[in-house]
């Protein structure tokens, strides 16, 4: 998008080597000739009015390099919407930093539970037959986030399934 506005503005860094006077005296030179520099001009004008109402959103990204970049939303109807789903996140956000303050002063206990894709066993490359042959092995881990201590579990399908009491056992 930056770069077209650049077109657009004709602060012309990613195209061609015109300076903004020269792209503005040949635009000018058009006008004088032809009734297509009207027509020009209302093109521009749409194309800047349709790059400036494209719904547009932060990085969520805190790292430096990263801010300043807008990405495209689609998905939001309306400014309502987007000011909506922020809300939202702002309040997830904030319930997380009140569960970790909770956890550290002993009230309850705060985990973050991951399940790893599942992976095969052996992982070698074979032939057909060879892969009917091959377990699949289960990654399970349990990560305490105040103490920053961690549980893995791994087994393979001949220890057990993917059934719930298989994970309140780890927990």
């Known amino acids: ?4 506005m650049n077109w657009v ?11 903004p006077e020269e792209q503005n005296k040949i635009t000018s030179e058009r006008k004088a000739f032809t009734n297509e520099g009207v027509l020009f001009q209302k093109r521009i004008n749409f194309l800047e009015k349709w790059l400036h109402d494209i719904p547009k959103l932060e990085s969520e990204m805190r790292n ?5 970049k807008l990405y495209l939303r689609y998905d939001f109807k309306s ?4 000011d909506i789903h922020r809300k939202d996140i ?3 956000r904030n319930e997380k ?26 992982q070698t490359n074979a032939n057909a037959t060879y892969y009917k042959m091959k377990l699949q092995v289960h990654n399970f881990i349990i ?8 549980d893995n579990f791994v087994w393979d399908e001949t220890d057990g399934t993917l059934v719930a009491s298989i994970f309140a056992t780890c927990i």
């Open 97 to 122: 930093l009140i569960d970790i303050e909770n956890a550290k002063s002993g009230l309850h206990l705060l985990l973050c539970i991951d399940m790893q894709a599942m992976k095969l066993i052996p």
């Open 1 to 4: 998008e930056k770069m077209v």
């Open 9 to 19: 503005n004709f602060n012309d860094s990613h195209g061609t080597n015109i300076s």
């Open 143 to 150: 990560y305490n986030v105040i103490s920053h201590e961690s």
């Open 90 to 92: 702002q309040d997830m």
């Open 64 to 68: 430096e390099q990263y801010t300043k």
């Open 79 to 82: 400014y309502k919407q987007y």
